[in-house]
């Protein structure tokens, strides 16, 4: 079969199957099995049991490890005043720039990005704070619930993030290295979105309500206050990595028993937060890990197929410049994003695109960079976009209005992948000097 | 966040058969055993690697916290799928079968749950065989504390064979009660 | 119409596996012809760790595959012959090993279903450190990264305090005074610029551990007889090539290594006393094999020392 008749068919049995509502991780088996059997007529047993094997070997890892921790650290936080203390602290800080108290969005995600290795983790926890308050004092819908949709993302770019483990792991790179390389190109994307909400607050009357009370010195010292607990949180744990004291993946833990401390020391502690926490985060690690494991074996199937290598030599041959293969990439990228998660997405483009990449002349740890943008983007486009689902949750506005809302965000992430594209240095600086 | 949409069909308000109940509650209970299981483990992995931190303090290993919490996570994930389906954490796609309607939607549903199924007995048979073979083999992982293979592979059919229980279970609501959502499992 | 079959590699071709790999499949196509295409499919792509392919290959998942040998040492403890420390010191010993080894090892892999190929070796692991290893208080206390249980509870008992740490956590730890030495080959340093953190190799020739390609049996007997001649006469050639390229490697990262102000100490000036007390410390480890295997090691290590006087 043909690499495109071997595609079309492929493309087909995944309309059809998650098209109809199969649950992912089972849609993505019946995909590879469907393939195996179709396009290459191997039996079933031989399917089945490539099926079984790569699906509970690949679930046996180290480094994904770093998943259920990393949520759990969010979702203890998520139940105690910590998170409320971030949107206290920063109302008094923000509150004299235009746009006032819009940036607790951004710079809430920023700093809560920086304990959390989770985009879903951010926006959820963030948004069940500011959204309810921004809304209370009258400040725009659209804007409040873009600008969180758009900087929930920087969960994953800013370090720690999850997404870079499982890069990490399927192209062999180093994690610290792409932790340093998100972090400069996470901030610019944090001025970008403070930038348009200045700019918009502006041009559009009633974007920020007339009657904000700036505060004074002595509150924003308060403020301050506030923030110490969540503070301390991410020095420690990014300390304890650049400090050699845990690795990456058990910088999670590290997280854990700090947030775990602080709900101590501030009185919060109890064994039903515990347990709720707990239970809360087996659920969602679940999905994520079997879904991880699921993709690995279509990949698995794909390198069967030897997809890989043919769509390499096939774009290969099309004798791209460099610029023309990341073109078509962030195209391939924006389409599949509609459709699949940012996670299944990396592990089934990884092994096709890191050669593709790497042939071009690009540097695999600044690939990272770009691809975990790639994903913010699929969190943000309909029908499957995992931050719009919980914004809607939030706001309980209709889907439509929701991708409106973030639509100029999703916008302002392609133009900051385009700088990144022109300055590479931009992702590359810090882990250079690492 | 993904099985949220609510318009309601009008099948759901029939009552539900005895025999539909008790196999509810049974594939419930299961799940939620195995569920507090992860949840243990979960807490021993987070235990087991600030324990080597603190170790590596004064040049100690345990020499197998790489491997143990690499099989925890596994572990976690095939314990608690089930469950994480029963709750409605299993994310799906219902772009396209929230604007259909009637038997058009039922159908659907039921193709979904029936093609679930088949493909989860299926790896349980080649789980099954694996599981014996890794037994007679007596095969064991290549580390300090050697683990016997056909532990993490019966973990694994444990795992599919409460997601075949959970998925069998909605395919017996389908029949009794008609397309409904998710949120309708929960007992 | 040729029989496609793939072979699994957790590497790729930059590797030893994929050199070697690459090498064979090109010999057997050679004399094969159009009866068979084999394709290479490194980088672990097929879903399959080294670990994973004993039974992979056994059930006929992937038709052949390259598997580093120790870790098969929980299918059947003779596997780890090969990495037991300080048994072969040279090249040519753990050639002798192999070829001495080798009925043993394809007993085993015939009774699982599969015919086992050619061999290749990997280049001698050293202690990578802040100083050269020329005394014996230089290990004591060495805060060394080891790769397998052999090697962990030698060093422990010659005085260092082995660490367990992933190779991708490993260049972390390093850079942040985490560990102070690393036990692996000249081209394992070579290949994340140990230089930056360490300034020493020494050659301790640790052990040469082994990979080894297996294919299937059923898959094999449906071959054509010329595709099976070709997958059989090809195996001398190939392990000679294989040790060949290894023997290139041993010393060709010294070049790269001093160039970034590392210094080399090799074996001869390395004191005996030194090698004696790792040998003492390893000592247990090989009693503890031989505890394992009984006869059929013992047998294994008689029939090795008599093919070394010859
Ligand atoms: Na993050
Ligand atoms: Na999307």
């Not at chain 3, 403890?77 to 753990?94: G, R, V, W």
């Not at chain 3, 599969?114 to 060495?142: Q, R």
């Amino acid at each position: 079969m043909s690499l495109v008749a071997a595609s079309i068919v492929v493309l087909l049995m995944m309309a059809l199957f998650l098209g109809a509502g199969v649950w992912i991780f089972a849609g993505l088996i019946m995909v590879g099995v469907g393939a195996l059997y179709i396009v290459l007529d191997f039996d079933l047993i031989r399917i089945g049991t490539i099926a079984t094997k790569v699906v509970s070997s690949s679930a046996v890892s180290w480094e994904l490890a770093a998943i259920p921790v990393f949520i759990w650290m969010g979702d203890i936080i998520f139940r105690t005043d910590i998170s409320q203390r971030l949107f206290r602290g920063l109302s008094p800080i923000v509150s004299r720039i235009p746009g006032g108290l819009l940036h607790t969005n951004v710079i809430g995600c920023t700093i809560f990005a920086a304990i959390s290795g989770s985009s879903n983790a951010t926006t959820a926890t963030v948004g069940k704070i500011t959204i309810p308050e921004l809304l209370k004092r009258g400040y725009d819908l659209n804007l409040a619930s873009g600008s969180l949709a758009g900087a929930g993302t920087f969960g994953l770019l800013i370090p720690p993030s999850i997404a870079m483990i499982i890069y990490g792991v399927l192209a062999e790179v180093s994690i610290v290295k792409l932790f340093a390389a998100g972090l400069v190109p996470g901030l610019l994307m944090a001025f970008l979105y403070s930038g348009y909400i200045i700019v918009v607050s502006f041009i559009k009357p009633g974007a920020e309500p007339a009657n904000v009370e700036k505060a004074s010195f002595r509150q924003m010292l308060r403020g301050v206050w506030d923030l110490v607990p969540i503070l301390v949180l991410m020095l420690l744990v990014l300390g304890s990595i650049y400090s050699g004291l845990a690795t990456p993946s058990e910088a999670a833990a590290v997280g854990v028993a700090v947030a775990i401390l602080i709900t101590v020391f501030t009185g919060q502690f109890s064994i039903k937060m515990i347990v709720d926490s707990l239970m809360t985060t087996i659920r969602i690690s679940a999905m994520i890990c079997l879904l991880i494991a699921a993709a690995s074996f279509l990949s698995a199937a794909f390198a069967f197929m030897h997809l890989p290598v043919q769509i390499t030599e096939a774009i290969a041959n099309m004798n791209l410049s460099p610029i023309g293969v990341l073109v078509i990439l962030a195209l391939l990228y924006i389409v599949l994003g509609m459709f699949i998660d940012g996670t299944s997405m990396t592990v089934m483009t990884v092994p096709i695109a890191v050669p593709l990449i790497i042939q071009a002349g690009f540097d695999p740890i600044w690939f990272g960079v770009f691809l975990v943008i790639m994903i913010e983007l699929s969190a943000l486009t309909p029908p499957v976009g995992l931050n719009l689902y919980i914004l809607q949750g939030l706001t309980t506005v209709g889907l439509g209005r929701t991708v409106w809302a973030a639509l100029p965000f999703f916008l302002l992430l392609c133009l900051g992948t385009a700088l990144l594209v022109i300055f590479p240095q931009l992702a590359l600086w810090l882990p250079g000097l690492l | 966040m993904t099985d949220n949409n609510t318009q309601e069909d009008q099948s759901i308000k029939r009552p539900t058969p005895k025999w539909v109940s008790v196999l509810e509650m049974i594939s419930s209970r299961l799940n939620r055993i195995a569920a507090g299981i992860s949840a243990i483990l979960l807490v021993l992995m987070v235990g087991l690697i600030l324990v080597e931190i603190v170790l590596r303090f004064f040049s100690l290993s345990t020499f197998m916290t790489d491997v143990l919490v690499g099989h925890g996570v596994a572990a976690i994930t095939f314990l608690a799928a089930a469950w994480a389906l029963e709750e409605g954490s299993m994310i799906r796609i219902s772009a396209v079968t929230q604007v259909l309607r009637g038997r058009v939607r039922w159908a659907t549903e039921a193709f979904c749950i029936v093609s679930v199924e088949i493909l989860i007995v299926w790896l349980m048979y080649f789980e099954w065989r694996t599981v014996g073979k890794l037994w007679a083999r007596g095969s064991t992982t290549e580390h300090y504390l050697p683990i016997p293979l056909w532990i993490p592979a019966a973990i694994f059919l444990v795992g599919l064979a409460l997601l075949g229980l959970q998925i069998l279970v909605r395919g017996a609501r389908l029949i009794s009660h008609g397309y409904d959502e998710n949120s309708l499992l929960k007992l | 119409e040729p029989v496609k079959w793939d072979f699994s590699d957790e590497y790729d071709l930059s590797g030893f596996t994929g050199q070697a790999a690459k090498h064979c499949i090109a010999e057997v196509e050679k004399i094969a012809g159009d009866d068979i295409d084999i394709t290479y499919q490194g980088s672990g792509a097929l879903g399959f760790s080294s670990a994973d392919h004993f039974d992979a290959v056994q059930d006929g998942s992937v038709q052949a595959a390259v598997t580093l040998l120790t870790q098969l040492s929980g299918v059947d403890p003779i596997f780890s012959l090969s990495s037991l420390p300080f048994l072969a010191n040279t090249p040519e010993q753990a050639y002798l090993l192999w070829q001495v080894a080798r009925p043993e090892y394809e007993k085993v892999f015939e009774e699982n279903g599969m015919k086992l190929l050619w061999a290749v070796p990997n280049a001698p692991s050293g202690i990578h450190a802040k100083k050269p290893i020329t005394s014996v208080d230089a290990i004591t206390g060495l805060r060394i990264r080891t790769y397998d249980v052999n090697g962990t509870e030698t060093l422990k008992r010659a005085g260092a305090a082995p660490l367990q740490i992933a190779w991708s956590d490993l260049v972390p730890q390093l850079s942040t005074g985490g560990v102070d030495a690393v036990l692996t080959s000249a081209d394992g340093g070579k290949q994340i610029s140990i230089w930056d953190y360490l300034s020493d190799f020494t050659e301790v020739n640790y052990a040469m551990g082994i990979f080894v390609a297996h294919v299937n049996a059923d898959a094999f007997d449906r071959l054509t007889p010329a595709a099976q001649t070709a997958l059989t006469v090809t195996i001398d050639d190939c392990d000679a090539f294989n040790w060949e390229v290894m023997q290139k490697a041993m010393t060709s990262p010294y070049e790269t290594m001093r160039e970034n102000g590392m210094t080399i100490t090799t074996d001869d000036e390395v004191p005996q006393e030194v090698f004696d007390h790792l040998r003492e410390a390893a000592s247990e480890v090989h009693k503890d094999w031989l505890e394992k295997t009984g006869e059929r090691g013992a047998a294994l290590l008689d029939a090795f020392e008599k093919a070394k006087m010859q």
